[in-house]
């Protein structure tokens, strides 16, 4: 206590040296004595309590490991990688990680299972199609205040466009930080340049060239055909190229139905009415008959992109991403090709960005460290030299620093990711590679001029009343729309309305009914 009033008393002088030189500035009414007496006895109680107070230990005090599952088959050099990436977050926020994998494999199986089976882990990646929406509805990840996050993840807070925050809304709550880099979810069309020249076709910007030139390799080339594939995916990508982006045309939950991208509340169409749909049916039973595909289509098991890349298809098509990717890979192993790569929207069809839940990362409800993995995910995606680790690898390894945020391909570049690395992309931060395709900036911008705000693009579902209906509505379609998408059925008029009759047993109406109702409340509230 001794030591207490010494230390009162030196304040009490100091203040009054201070207020007696004038030191402080006046309010506008003068400092007056009662003024000086409050601020001694403020400062005594300050005093005071720092005496007699614990200090509150760091929030980062305690070293912690954290458990983040990611997805993929990941590569020889990734763990160590994540060493140097350890030491690095260790003496930033005293917190290192240890990745678990989710194969491609046990995907669709082991990610729910990790949230059933009652293991403790801390973060893991998620996204609108890796099970976000079906698991927030379960309470299996923390939900994210505005106080947790700008408090323990500050600059993610600061950067991420309110957008981001409302896409990952569920019943109200974020429960999940998405990634944010401006991405388009259309494809692009890989051709053969070598094979184009030969028969003298344009460039290809428009649809009708593109079927020129099908048209060319189905005549005239052996021992390679127009279109390759066969697989679910690559019915998508026909489908996609060849009806739903000409027309605008989003599909849906509700088996059949879908709605217009230019149409921001999102009417449910139903597909089967659309005589844009009965046309591309017509069309893709012309292409079968034209030999644009095997006639043993349905049974392709290898993937369209794959069959390009082994000289057996004379087109690929996938998201742009993938397709400069192969593009890269084409030029280094056959030049003589002369790969070339077309927006499949040919410069005319309205784009939507994609979500920004297209990749993203949650706290799993169970961890005992939410503090710290929002701290360890705001370094992982806003350190410099952690988010060059984790999404490039080792520099003078992995990649190569080329200037003005640029980077170029490391002697080992191969032996690093494999994972998805996706989660934490920053768009402030991303590196351009040298080696990129040159077109994709300007298909980028051209991309952006054609936007459209579509908020019906951004919600999601949530099925968990009925869950059994769409499941007997997903067998359904999985009977028939390959057939279909493929033409290998000439008779599709009957076929569609037996297809629709299906539906309605399998209970679409009450899907539809939910789904609608579900939608106007999401649009209530993300147009706010």
Known sequence: MKKIGVLLIAMLLLISIIAGCGGTPAPSGGTTAAATAAAATTAAATTTAAATTTTTPSPTAEAVKLTVYLLGDGTKDDEMVFDKLNERTSDLINATFERKLITWADFNTKYPLVFASGEEFDLIFTSAWSFYAQQAVKDGFVELTDELLSTHAPNIWNNLPNAAWKQARINGKVYMVPNTQKEYNHLGILIRGDLRKKHDIPEITSLEIFEQYLDAVAENETGILPIDGGAEFDRWVVNSV???????????????????????????????????????????????????????????????????????????????????????????????????????????????????????????????????SLMWLDTIRFDRECYDMMMSGIEGSHWVDAGEALSSPGPNSADYGGFS?????????????????????????????????????YFLFDDSEVKNEIAAMTNISQRYSQMLDFGFDSDWRVTI??????????????????????LAEFLVEYNQ
């Open 242 to 372: 060849f009806f739903a982006q000409p027309h605008a045309f989003r599909s849906v939950a509700v088996s059949g139905y879908g709605h217009l991208l230019t149409d921001p509340e999102g009417k449910l169409i139903k597909q089967n009415d659309m005589p844009e749909y009965e046309q591309f049916l017509d069309r893709m039973v012309d292409y079968n008959n034209r030999g644009y595909w095997s006639r043993n289509a349905l049974n392709q098991q290898n993937r369209l992109d794959d069959n390009f890349k082994n000289g057996m298809s004379a087109t690929a098509m996938h998201n742009v991403g993938t397709m400069v990717g192969a593009w890269r890979e084409t030029n280094k192993n056959h030049p003589e090709w002369e790969a070339e790569i077309y927006d499949s929207m040919f410069g005319e069809y309205p784009t939507v960005r994609t979500s920004y839940l297209g990749n993203g990362m949650g706290i799993h409800a169970r961890t005992k460290h939410v503090e710290r």
């Open 497 to 518: 309305q037996d297809i629709d009759r299906q539906y309605t047993a399998a209970g679409r109406d009450k899907v539809k009914e939910l789904f609608e109702q579900q």
């Open 421 to 457: 690395n996706w989660g934490f992309v920053t768009e402030q931060m991303i590196r351009v590679s040298t080696e990129q395709w040159p077109g994709f900036v300007p298909l980028m911008e051209s991309y952006d001029t054609r936007a459209v705000d579509c908020p019906p693009f």
